[in-house]
Nanobody, 120 residues
Framework: QVQLVESGGGLVQAGGSLRLSCAAS????????MGWYRRAPGKQREFVAL???????NYADSVKGRFTLSRDNAKNTVYLQMNGLRPEDTAVYYC??????????????WGQGTQVTVSS
């Protein structure tokens, strides 16, 4: 089993920055992919970003150039640096981890979620 604990959400004005962290514990050796999804009020859950154990990243078009995902394998932690935040980034952000697939329906492990609110 793998446990994911998120931190770093909060309230910020448009144009501001936040950094989310997700610490993994448990049987983490089998985890290759880590990253984030988000769910805005009244909307479907959507992919935000992922990073492989080797450091390869992939981002949703809506966050490219504004969000940066990094990974510290020694600390089993990923960090999502979010700059230039917009009101449409308001959502609950969920950390996710999986050995093979980052399709939401296939992901094995999820965090409890952290709220990010961007005011206009």
């Amino acid at each position: 089993q793998v446990q994911l604990v998120e931190s770093g959400g909060g309230l910020v004005q448009a144009g501001g920055s936040l950094r989310l962290s997700c610490a993994a514990s448990g049987t983490i050796s089998r985890i290759n992919l880590m990253g984030w999804y988000r769910r805005a009020p009244g909307k479907q859950r959507e992919f935000v970003a992922l990073i492989t154990k080797g450091g390869t990243t992939n981002y949703a078009d809506s966050v490219k150039g504004r969000f940066t995902l990094s990974r510290d394998n020694a600390k089993n932690t990923v960090y999502l640096q979010m700059n230039g935040l917009r009101p449409e980034d308001t959502a609950v952000y969920y950390c996710a981890a999986d050995p093979l697939s980052f399709t939401a329906s296939n992901i094995d492990y999820w965090g409890q979620g952290t709220q990010v609110t961007v005011s206009s």
